[in-house]
Structure formats: structure tokens, C-alpha cells
């Protein structure tokens, strides 16, 4: 699945996109932020307040404990500040 | 005649009166326009500000404006409504976003307005980065947006 990276996640992570393959245990997008902060002192910075952490699948947000099973798009980004 | 919806994200700025005159133009229906513009500040907190930079997710920002649009419409007897969020090196003084709603009456063109800026604030992917006179850094996200979003779902 594709994941891509907003703002400050961006920034952390140091890519805004990138092609994954989580192991099957990772079901929810709550496991996936816990997967992806165990790849690298960038990604352990982007993920490690994860309540701050918005995430969307598909362009629609969703929470936590969604299941990341039928994604073809993942997001995370810091909470919104547009208007 | 049916609701002319215009929802667009851009670097370049935008010209208000032309957009009301798009939304309003051979059409004799409109009683009522309400025009919101969010203006970048010179200022933030005591700290002079050099410029915002506006990033958004393509795609999901549009998604997320149409879908608050559409129950926009649902909500309020609009004729019609333009959004336009701009992205990009924003300077003190320019436009960054703008809300246009009409109506037949100033009531709903006026909560319509307010409800689509509420909701384009707490929920459509964009993020300002600040550029001050020292330091540069993403502008934190205010509670107060998000409950002004939620009161809409009250009641």
C-alpha cells in the first residue's frame, strides 16, 4: 500500500511517500504508526506522540482503530490548520 | 435554476468581486451573498510574521471541501457556492482563503458561510508553516477550531 506523509510527519519521516508492506499482523492504523516509528529515529520523531497523529484511507479520515486491510492510500499528518 | 458549486485550490490569489459576480451573474434568485476571506496576519502572538506557506493533501482536500459542501447544501436552500482555499508562499496582507454563499435570504447564505469555514478549518488537509524574523516552524492546531466544528452537530 502507499503511504504518504504531511507537514511535520514529512519532515520527520523525510519522505512524503513511500510504498510498504506491513507484516499481517498490523491490522489497524493504530499498528501500522506502531510499525512505522520501529523504522528509524526519523519515523520514531514523526510517530512518537501517536495521539496527535491524524491518519485518512482513501482521502477520508478515519481513527484509530480503523482497519488498514482494504487501504489502497494511507495518510498521516498533524492536526489541520487551513482556513 | 439549480446551485453552481465552484470549489478550487490554487497558488494564485483570487478576485472577490469576480467570484460574486460568477456566482451571481443572469441570475435573478440571489437575495443574498455573504462573502468570507481569511487574510494572512502580519502578526501572530506578538511576533511578526514574514509569510505562511500552505501545504495540502491534492485530492483529499478537494474531497473533504465537497463533502462539507454538499451538506452544506443539504442544510441550508443555497443557489449556489464557491470555495477557494489558495496554497503556496502566502505574505502578510493576501488572501488565503475565500467562502462564498448565496442564498435567496441572508440567513442561510450567512450560517451556510460560517458552517463551511468552521468545517474547512478543523477538517479539510491543509497546514500553515510561519515564517518569522528568527525561526520558522508549523502553526499548532487551536481546540477552539474543532469546537467550533462540533457545535454544528449539536442541536
Known amino acids: 500500500m502507499k503511504v504518504k506523509y504531511f507537514a511535520w510527519v514529512r519532515e520527520r519521516v523525510g519522505k512524503a511517500e513511500e510504498n510498504i508492506e506491513p507484516p499481517p499482523d498490523v491490522q489497524t492504523v493504530a499498528d501500522l504508526i506502531g510499525w512505522l516509528a520501529q523504522r528509524g529515529e526519523g519515523y520514531a520523531h514523526a510517530f512518537e506522540t501517536p495521539r496527535v497523529i491524524r491518519a485518512a484511507i482513501d482521502h477520508a479520515h478515519v481513527k484509530s482503530d480503523a482497519t488498514i486491510a482494504s487501504a489502497r492510500e494511507i495518510a498521516f499528518f498533524p492536526p489541520m490548520t487551513g482556513g | ?155
Open chain 2, 1 to 155: 435554476m439549480t446551485a453552481q458549486v465552484s470549489i478550487r485550490i490554487q497558488e494564485a490569489d483570487f478576485d472577490i468581486a469576480r467570484e460574486i459576480a460568477a456566482l451571481t451573474g443572469g441570475r435573478t434568485d440571489i437575495g443574498a451573498v455573504v462573502s468570507f476571506s481569511g487574510i494572512c496576519r502580519g502578526r501572530e502572538g506578538g511576533e511578526a510574521i514574514s509569510a505562511l506557506t500552505l501545504e495540502h493533501y491534492p485530492g483529499m482536500a478537494e474531497a473533504e471541501i465537497a463533502r462539507h459542501a454538499a451538506a452544506a447544501m443539504a442544510r441550508w436552500p443555497l443557489t449556489g457556492l464557491t470555495v477557494i482555499h489558495r496554497v503556496g508562499r502566502i505574505a502578510p496582507g493576501e488572501n488565503i482563503v475565500l467562502v462564498l454563499t448565496a442564498s435567496q435570504h441572508r440567513q442561510a447564505a450567512f450560517q451556510a458561510a460560517e458552517f463551511l469555514m468552521d468545517y474547512l478549518k478543523a477538517s479539510a488537509p491543509f497546514w500553515k508553516r510561519e515564517e518569522g524574523a528568527d525561526r520558522t516552524g508549523w502553526v499548532d492546531a487551536r481546540a477552539h477550531d474543532d469546537e467550533a466544528a462540533a457545535r454544528w452537530t449539536k442541536s
